[in-house]
C-alpha cells in the first residue's frame, strides 16, 4: 500500500511555456501533499504544501505566481511551471501524507524537467 | 526554524563492513525522524523511522539511534551489501500542523564488492 504516481517522470519543453506536473496517491486518500524541488547532488527543498480544497502554502522565496499548485482532489495535486526558463530545470519530487495511520511521507518518483 | 545537518557527505565502504551516518537537528520540538533511501533518478524511499518517544528501533541490517538531549540520530547499516549503494537522506519533522519534513544534506553511500 501507499503508491504515489508522478507523472511525467521526465519532460523537456521550450523556453517561456508552461508544465504540468501530476502528483497522485494510488491508494489512499491524502489531505496533505508536499512539493519539492532538487537539485544535482543536493538535499530535498521543500516548496510549498499542498492542501485539498484550499490554496497551498509556500515556503519563503518559492514564487507562488510561477508555481502554481492546485489540490482539487484528495489523491491528487498538480504542480504548474509557469512561462518555464532554463534556471527552472530540475527534479521536482511530490509526497503524499496518509490521512490516517502513522501519518508517514510517501513519496513520488520525481519528474525531470529540462527547459531548453 | 529546524535545522538539519548530516555527515559524512560520502562514505565508501568494503562489502560486509558497517556504515553509520549522523544528523543532528535543532528544534527540539520535532517528534520523527525518517531516513530516506534514493537511487539515481529516482524519489526517496523510506527506510526507516524512529519517533521520539523511542530510543532505538531495529529492521533487519538497519538500525536508527536517538539521542533526545544531544538532538542527533544515527543511522546503521550492518553487512553492507552493493546494493545499498545510494544516496542517504535524514530527516526531522518540524512540530507543526502541516507535518512538514526538514531534510538533512545526503550521504552517498558506496559500497565495494
Known amino acids: 500500500g501507499a503508491v504515489v504516481s508522478q507523472h511525467p517522470s521526465r519532460v523537456i519543453c521550450k523556453s517561456g511555456t508552461s508544465v504540468k506536473i501530476e502528483c497522485r496517491s494510488l491508494d489512499f486518500q491524502a489531505t496533505t501533499m508536499f512539493w519539492y524541488r532538487q537539485f544535482p547532488k543536493q538535499s530535498l527543498m521543500l516548496m510549498a504544501t499542498s492542501n485539498e480544497g484550499s490554496k497551498a502554502t509556500y515556503e519563503q522565496g518559492v514564487e507562488k505566481d510561477k508555481f502554481l499548485i492546485n489540490h482539487a482532489s484528495l489523491t491528487l495535486s498538480t504542480l504548474t511551471v509557469t512561462s518555464a526558463h532554463p534556471e527552472d530545470s530540475s527534479f521536482y519530487i511530490c509526497s503524499a501524507l496518509r490521512d490516517s495511520g502513522a501519518n508517514v511521507l510517501t513519496f513520488g518518483a520525481g519528474s525531470r524537467l529540462t527547459v531548453l | 526554524g529546524e535545522n538539519v545537518e548530516q555527515h559524512p557527505s560520502t562514505l565508501s565502504v568494503q562489502e560486509g563492513d558497517s556504515a553509520v551516518i549522523k544528523c543532528t537537528y535543532s528544534d527540539s520540538a520535532s517528534n520523527y525522524f525518517p531516513w530516506y533511501k534514493q537511487e539515481l533518478g529516482k524519489g526517496p524511499q523510506l527506510i526507516i523511522d524512529?519517533?521520539?518517544?523511542?530510543g532505538e528501533k531495529k529492521d533487519q541490517r538497519i538500525a536508527v539511534t536517538l539521542n533526545k538531549t544531544a538532538k542527533h540520530f544515527s543511522l546503521h547499516i550492518t553487512e553492507t551489501q552493493p546494493e545499498d549503494s545510494a544516496v542517504y537522506f535524514c530527516?526531522?519533522?518540524?512540530?507543526?500542523?502541516?507535518?512538514?519534513?526538514?531534510f538533512g544534506t545526503g550521504t552517498r553511500l558506496l559500497v565495494s564488492p
Open positions: 530527516a526531522a519533522r518540524v512540530n507543526t500542523g502541516f507535518q512538514k519534513l526538514v
Open positions: 524512529i519517533r521520539s518517544n523511542v
